[in-house]
């Protein structure tokens, strides 16, 4: 389950989702211009697949923070996938 929480207008107006994560995409292209950002080129992209077929992108600061982030996410999955078999 990812819980994501959005703030707009100044934090007066909060939006609270929950979306189903069923998927990790490891390699997604760079947004358009970020490579022009100081450290840009270091920057690495991931994405959570949802039950409802959307990916959810996230940007990482380096190559050691997308693999925890990607291994992380992929092992809950599996942990779950497997209780899912046996219940």
Known sequence: MLKMKSRHVAGTITKKKKSVVVDVCRDLAAWPGRHLLEGGEHRRY??????????????CA???EHDMWTKGVARLLAIVDGRKRFA
């Open 46 to 59: 991931f994405g959570l697949r949802t039950a409802e077929h959307r990916v959810i992108e996230f940007e």
């Open 62 to 64: 380096s190559q050691r």
